[in-house]
């Protein structure tokens, strides 16, 4: 069988402080671009997996226990045990269903039984996540949508004007005057602690007509449950969240004279988005968040609700019998967003008066 040495050559390139916790166990980080460890690995050898199947419990409390409760609470969703047996032990009759039984426990980690011979191929999902900013900062659909239609001087069609009038407009031949510029000279920026850092507190200076008494949400942790009956303001908090880091909202318009402020952990400084931000900023903050080059307008909202800020009411249709929309054009927005779904129900409204 596969020595605990062998297990740590493989583990090593992948994994962060890989260590031995007792003889035969490997434990090894999985950490962020400044060290922070995000998830916990072990590695077992055993080719008497009935044993561990009998004794679950208890073996992980000789192994992961002792440092377990030691973590914080983030991580303690975020161990993994991965039990390595030799294929010939695989070979038995009883190991599928004992696989199963170990892999269905969920207290302390998340497991998996291997042969050894199948670990390299299961190391490969932990590859190190390592950004690619040549990758980042190819466009989105949208952007690459955008771009064709500007070098074809189709700009007309990201106005979004009404069908008749778009058709009208390309029919006379002059649809967009605007030249295109392959080149911008914006350059992606350090990330700004808007970007990296936690909310601590939310205030809602002015944000439509906020049916509360409390327009300051404070201490917020780095994840909160939003409870409240039907138009108590649940909606409405998270837009101004999403309205605080967009400069304006995807779902519907931005209310005029609003303004959001909010305190990030470890800052004393608050950041605030007014009405009267400037399109730029909110340009610079798609490219250096998402690597996305905006070309024509800021489509930060569609970048964030992709990412960041998923519509739970489409998430929702997905489960729906009798819902109008098909199940791939749902998950299309979902995973396209919704303004490159509204953009391509635009373009294809234009197909058939065009080819009249």
């Known amino acids: 069988m596969i020595s605990t040495d062998a297990v740590g050559a493989q583990i090593g390139g992948r994994l962060s402080n890989v260590k031995p916790v007792i003889p035969g166990v490997l434990r090894g980080e999985r950490t962020d671009a400044e060290g922070h460890p995000y998830a916990i690995y ?40 991965y039990l390595l047996t030799s294929k010939e032990a695989a070979l038995g009759d009883t190991y599928h269903d004992i696989k199963r039984v170990i892999e269905g426990d969920r207290s302390y980690a998340r497991k998996f039984v291997l042969t050894e011979e199948e670990l390299p191929e299961a190391l490969k999902s932990l590859d190190p996540s390592i950004v690619d900013q040549q990758r980042l900062a190819e466009p989105d659909v949208v952007g690459q949508w955008s771009q064709r239609l500007l070098q074809a001087q189709l700009g007309v069609v990201l106005d979004q004007h009404s069908v008749a009038e ?25 990330l700004q602690p808007l970007a990296t850092k936690f909310l601590d507190s939310v205030e809602l200076v002015h944000f439509r007509e906020w049916p509360g008494v409390c327009r300051v949400f404070e201490t917020l942790g780095t994840v909160n449950l939003i409870v ?22 995807a779902r519907s318009s931005s209310p005029r004279a609003a303004h959001v402020k909010a ?23 798609n490219l250096d968040w998402y690597g996305q080059r905006d070309l024509r307008g800021s489509t930060l909202p569609n970048s964030f609700a992709r990412f960041n800020f998923l519509s739970t009411d489409e998430a929702a249709m997905l489960g729906r019998k009798n819902a109008k929309v098909s199940f791939e054009d749902m998950l299309s927005q979902l995973v396209a967003g919704p303004q490159a779904a509204e953009l391509w129900d635009h373009i294809s409204r234009l197909g058939k008066p065009l080819e009249a």
């Not at 778009?166 to 350090?190: A, C, H, L």
């Not at 305190?263 to 610079?284: G, P």
């Open 166 to 190: 778009t058709v009208r407009k390309i029919s006379k031949g002059s649809p967009d005057q605007s030249t295109f510029k392959p080149g911008r000279e914006r350059t992606p920026r350090t």
């Open 42 to 81: 072990y590695f077992v050898r055993s080719n008497d997996l009935k044993d561990w199947a009998d004794h679950l419990e208890q073996r992980q409390d000789e192994i992961i226990g002792p440092s377990y409760f030691e973590t914080s609470g983030d991580l303690r969703w975020n161990h993994y045990l």
């Open 263 to 285: 305190k990030l952990k470890d800052m004393t400084i608050r950041q605030e988005t007014r009405s009267s931000a400037k399109t730029a900023e909110a340009k610079q903050r």
């Open 228 to 249: 409240g009956s039907n138009g108590s303001g649940k909606t409405t908090l998270l837009e101004a969240i999403e309205y605080l880091y967009c400069q304006e909202n």
